[in-house]
């Protein structure tokens, strides 16, 4: 495939799902990835916060060694892992199922001091109709704010808390926690983005629990006014899935909810997560 200004791509071919966010690429095979074709799809991964790779017929193995690319796996603090892999979280809903996974726009585990940078699920089971996916760009709901309100979050401060969101969460699948203390954190309201400095909306409403140093009418009032802002339709995209997809998500700029309309349909895949560094606010 020709280098041109219009591709800078060799190894694939890029179709931008909206303006703002959003990738599918083309003719490619994840099942062995190379360092040249590495270094393409995390340029592409960067460029556009969330890829999506359509019928990859690759084991979990491989699944494990293209994430591992990204840099370390995550352990997910509450959700169960396979015996024999502590990194993997089995995403898998069905007609016993109370609850569906990432129902509510979220970034995943920002609760954690460190959290996740990315994330990659691999769909094996889909339902017949429905079962998408939202992801929604925190780099536009960042640039949409006035100047004036840009400056005003950029000192704050927001509280990102696990135990309002696990506590008991995963005791159908047989998780005991009575002993467990979750992650909570404190992370700035806009985050730089460690790779390319953009700046992003870091606050989102399963984690944050409340602003720090406001009081609690006014962190919720600022809460509520971003949570708003962050969830217009032109900032987001929705993934239809096929058995096989993948969709790779960067934690960094990118919220995500999966929408559960098709009960009592199953839905089943793996998800890996790769380690990502700790929030910080840096002027651009
Ligand atoms: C999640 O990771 O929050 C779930 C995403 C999905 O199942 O589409």
């Given at each position: ?112 001091r460190e959290p996740p940078m990315a994330t990659m699920l691999h769909l094996h089971v889909v339902p017949p109709l429905g079962g998408d996916t939202l992801f929604n760009s925190m780099y536009a709901a960042y640039e949409d704010l006035s100047d004036r309100m840009q400056k005003f979050l950029s000192g704050l401060v927001a509280v990102h808390d696990g135990e309002q969101v696990y506590r008991g969460r995963y005791s159908d699948r047989g998780v005991d926690d009575s002993d467990t203390e979750y992650p ?101």
């Amino acid at each position: 495939m020709p280098k041109t200004n219009d591709n800078p791509f060799t190894r694939f071919r890029v179709v931008k799902s909206t303006p703002r966010i959003g990738a599918e690429i083309l003719d490619i095979d994840l099942s062995h990835v190379d360092d040249a074709l590495f270094s393409e799809l995390h340029q592409a991964f960067l460029e556009n916060q969330v890829l999506f790779f359509r019928d990859q017929k690759i084991t979990r193995e491989q699944q494990r060694a293209l994430a591992s690319r990204f840099g370390n796996l995550h352990v997910h603090p509450a959700a169960p892992h396979l015996e024999e892999d502590q990194a993997a979280f089995i995403i898998h809903t069905h007609k016993e199922s109370k609850i569906n996974n990432g129902g509510v726009w979220h970034t995943d585990v920002s609760c954690d001091r460190e959290p996740p940078m990315a994330t990659m699920l691999h769909l094996h089971v889909v339902p017949p109709l429905g079962g998408d996916t939202l992801f929604n760009s925190m780099y536009a709901a960042y640039e949409d704010l006035s100047d004036r309100m840009q400056k005003f979050l950029s000192g704050l401060v927001a509280v990102h808390d696990g135990e309002q969101v696990y506590r008991g969460r995963y005791s159908d699948r047989g998780v005991d926690d009575s002993d467990t203390e979750y992650p909570k954190s404190e992370h700035p309201i806009i985050r730089t983005h460690p790779e390319t400095g953009r700046q992003s909306l870091y606050v989102n409403r399963i984690f944050t629990s409340h602003i720090k140093g406001m009081k609690p009418a006014e962190s919720r009032a600022l809460l509520a006014f971003l949570y708003d802002h962050a969830e217009q339709p032109a900032f987001q995209m929705r993934f239809k899935w096929s058995q096989n997809d993948i969709a790779f998500w960067d934690n960094r700029c990118v919220q995500h909810l999966a929408v559960w309309d098709y009960w009592p349909h199953e839905r089943k895949g793996i998800r890996y997560t790769i380690k990502g560094d700790q929030p910080f606010h840096r002027e651009a």
